[in-house]
């Protein structure tokens, strides 16, 4: 019993001054493949996965990050349940209404004009937008609104790739506030989202 003891600490010993000795080779690597694994370009075929393809699709009912499902589809009927359903999330503030004005420059104001009249830039090359001070679009919640600039309808393309719903919301609220002088008097111009 003595003599393992003094044999394993021996042998301790040993090993701890054998990493002490000076080598010539540095940098020795144990399992280089851990740190330096194969890559993979997005669309190679890749043998690894069960498909033989790299990029693999998200798993069903899974949605990205800071996105936030629409559940409304285009037509009359949906795009009035999202002015029933829908509510203005901004406050008619300072700061929303001049955030809103520049987005509505960006994007709304070479068809629809500067007092959203439909009186834009381009409104000779297209069929005239409606005014947003019509008796048809004066009634218009803001939710449907929302929903107009979503999807879009007619002539109109769906702005839900190049504006945020938050930048879409901005938008409402400066065309329900500033062009149809509205504000916060219709039913629903604050409140949530959802």
Not at 29 to 34: A, K
Not at 157 to 164: F, R, V
Request: with cysteine.
């Amino acid at each position: 019993m003595k003599y393992s003891i003094s044999a394993c600490a021996l042998l301790a010993a040993v090993i701890a001054l054998a990493g002490c000795v000076s080598s010539q080779q540095r940098a020795y690597e144990y399992m280089p493949d851990m740190a330096r694994d194969p890559a993979y370009k997005a669309f190679a075929p890749n043998s690894v996965t069960r498909d033989g393809l790299t990029l693999q699709r998200p798993v069903a009912g899974t949605i990205p990050r800071g996105y936030a499902p629409f559940h409304y589809g285009p037509g009359e009927d949906e795009a009035t349940r999202a002015g029933r359903e829908l509510h203005d999330p901004y406050h008619p503030t300072a700061q929303t209404l001049d955030e809103g004005k520049a987005l509505y420059q960006t994007y709304c104001l070479v068809c629809h004009g500067e007092q959203g009249h439909g009186d834009g830039p381009i409104s000779g090359k297209i069929p005239p937008p409606p005014s947003y001070v019509s008796d048809r679009v004066l009634n218009f919640p803001p939710g449907r609104i929302f929903h107009v600039v979503t999807l879009g309808t007619g002539k109109m393309p769906s702005y839900a790739a190049q504006l945020s719903a938050d930048e879409r919301w901005k938008i409402v609220t400066y065309v329900h506030t500033s062009l149809q002088g509205l504000g916060a008097q219709q039913p629903g111009a604050t409140g949530g989202m959802r």
